[in-house]
């Protein structure tokens, strides 16, 4: 073996070892995974049937700063004593924690439809869920695109 | 005492669906930050929001820290009869704060 090869062989040696390294790194942040979701999902809705439509949830689509986002989510439903919208609950894959907001309303509310403010984490998919008075749960989801991501940065 | 501005209209027909919009200042610190040195910054969230239409419940909101710093909260209500809206906010530390606000119906 000549000079040349040795030195061949230790940086095709180093490299490897180098990228070894950063593959055995791991990302340990603590965060709501689409797994988590689902788990936070079927604690309310338990083994009810989730099925699609009813459900309105807005955001927009690219979102430039995570730290606020405007959030709406509206139920068709005509809020009568018999049928009207029991709660709203909305869900995400990739901030710390799989819920956002759980709200309850009822007849009185007249119109089943909130606002309010979100974080998010990164750029994901964010699932609103409506329960209904007669038991049944209906569903809306949004994709996200989020440049600047909100909760985990340190304050500057 | 933290500022809170809500918005109700003073008069509404009887049945009219109203608008409610409330905001409250708070940092609402998710607890998974951390400060200059490391150190990890607790949880001070609002985790609770309730509104009452004359002393019945008409709106409530668990709030988790994906809720955005100074939670703002819209919804929607019947106007029934002239009375008081009593807007109640829960949270960590004892955080409370009660704000009321009249409507007249016509």
């Known amino acids: 073996m000549d000079d040349t090869a040795t030195r061949r062989a230790f940086l095709i040696g180093a490299t490897s070892l180098a990228g070894g390294l950063i593959t055995v790194l791991p990302?340990?942040?603590?965060?709501?995974?689409?797994?988590?979701?689902?788990?936070?999902?079927?604690?309310?809705?338990?083994?009810?049937?989730?099925?699609k439509g009813k459900v309105t949830l807005h955001l927009p689509p690219l979102?430039?700063?995570?730290?606020?986002?405007?959030?709406?989510?509206?139920?068709?439903?005509?809020?009568?004593?018999?049928?009207?919208?029991?709660?709203?609950?909305?869900f995400n894959e990739k901030n710390p924690q799989p819920n956002v907001v759980s709200i309850r309303l009822g007849p009185p509310a007249g119109q089943a439809k909130i606002a309010t403010r979100v974080r998010l984490a990164d750029s994901q998919?964010?699932?609103?869920?409506?329960?209904?008075?007669d038991g049944t749960f209906w569903s809306d989801e949004v994709d996200v695109i989020v440049t600047i991501a909100a909760c985990l940065e340190d304050p500057v | 005492m933290a500022r809170a501005l809500i918005n109700v209209p003073p008069k509404a027909k009887k049945g009219e669906i109203i608008t409610i919009k409330t905001l409250i200042s708070h940092e609402m610190e998710t607890g998974y930050r951390h400060d200059n040195v490391g150190k990890p910054i607790p949880r001070n969230i609002i985790t609770q929001f309730v509104c009452t239409y004359n002393g019945l419940e008409v709106f409530r909101a668990d709030l988790y820290p994906a809720i955005a710093?100074?939670?703002?909260?819209?919804?929607?209500?019947?106007?029934?009869?002239?009375?008081?809206?009593?807007?109640?906010?829960?949270?960590d530390n004892g955080f409370a704060q009660t704000e009321t606000a009249n409507i007249t119906v016509e």
């Not at chain 1, 340990?28 to 099925?51: F, G, H």
């Open chain 1, 27 to 51: 990302v340990s942040d603590a965060r709501a995974t689409p797994e988590t979701m689902q788990a936070a999902i079927k604690k309310v809705i338990a083994s009810a049937p989730l099925r």
């Open chain 1, 63 to 90: 979102v430039e700063n995570g730290n606020s986002v405007a959030m709406d989510v509206a139920v068709e439903s005509p809020m009568t004593a018999d049928n009207h919208v029991r709660a709203i609950h909305v």
């Open chain 1, 125 to 133: 998919r964010i699932m609103a869920i409506a329960e209904m008075s």
């Open chain 2, 69 to 91: 710093a100074n939670p703002f909260i819209t919804f929607n209500t019947v106007a029934t009869a002239t009375g008081t809206f009593e807007f109640k906010w829960t949270g």
